[in-house]
């Protein structure tokens, strides 16, 4: 299963590391701590919370949303629906809810599961996305 830091779930949800801080510490985003003693947060964790947040409305955005020129939104996976021949994968990019419809194939060759951390890249009307 995947796990982040504090840092990397910060650039996630869209947040400064302080705000996932906050969160950890009032007990609204579970953590772990490590060997070392670094928080750790699990990826179905922070997919869960991300999903939560942007449902509330209140993604506590406190920096520029996620934009490039080359349209790539970095997040976390949220949720994969397989069918046959294809899959829908959603990912949280900050306060942005990206959905791409993939072949099956892709999904599996991937190896994308919820909590995983991916990017979105978006090109007309059609969202690839790429493992990170």
């Not at 520029?64 to 997040?75: C, D, H, I, Q």
Request: overall charge neutral; aromatic content about 4%.
């Amino acid at each position: 299963m995947s796990s982040y830091g504090i840092g990397r779930a910060a650039r996630l949800l869209g947040v400064s590391p302080d705000t996932v801080r906050r969160w950890a510490d009032s007990g609204r985003l579970p953590t772990r701590r490590d060997a070392s003693g670094k928080r750790q947060i699990d990826g179905e964790d922070l997919a869960a919370f991300a999903v939560a947040l942007t449902a509330e409305g209140a993604s506590g955005q406190e920096e520029e949303p996620y934009t490039s020129a080359r349209n790539a939104f970095p997040g976390i996976i949220t949720a994969v629906r397989l069918g046959d021949v294809a899959a829908q994968v959603e990912i949280q990019a900050g306060p942005h809810r990206l959905v791409s419809l993939v072949t099956r194939e892709a999904v599996e060759e991937l190896g994308l599961a919820v909590g995983m951390e991916a990017v979105a890249r978006v090109k007309a009307t059609s969202v690839h996305i790429d493992r990170t």
